[in-house]
């Protein structure tokens, strides 16, 4: 399962962001549900957590986006993951 380790000093209100983009993402990949969060950790006033996606989800937006993917520098750290 691929993760993403998110920081943020605004956590309840990037969390909520967070959760409409990647429900945006997952419809228009046609994936239920794809992604989650994990346990929000607190420290010297930033909030650290991970944000976990599906297999499903996680080839969706490969094969959604792969044009965008590869004109950008992403495209290596996708094919090593």
């Known amino acids: 399962m691929a993760f993403f380790?998110?920081?943020?000093?605004?956590?309840?209100?990037?969390?909520?962001?967070?959760?409409?983009?990647?429900?945006?993402?997952?419809a228009v990949c046609n994936v239920t549900v794809g992604f989650k969060f994990g346990d929000p950790v607190s420290r010297f006033g930033w909030t650290f957590f991970k944000m976990f996606l599906d297999q499903e989800l996680y080839v969706g937006i490969e094969d959604e986006f792969s044009d965008m993917i590869k004109n950008a520098k992403g495209i290596n750290q996708m094919k090593n993951s």
């Open 5 to 26: 380790e998110i920081s943020t000093t605004k956590y309840e209100e990037n969390i909520k962001l967070l959760q409409v983009a990647m429900t945006k993402m997952a």
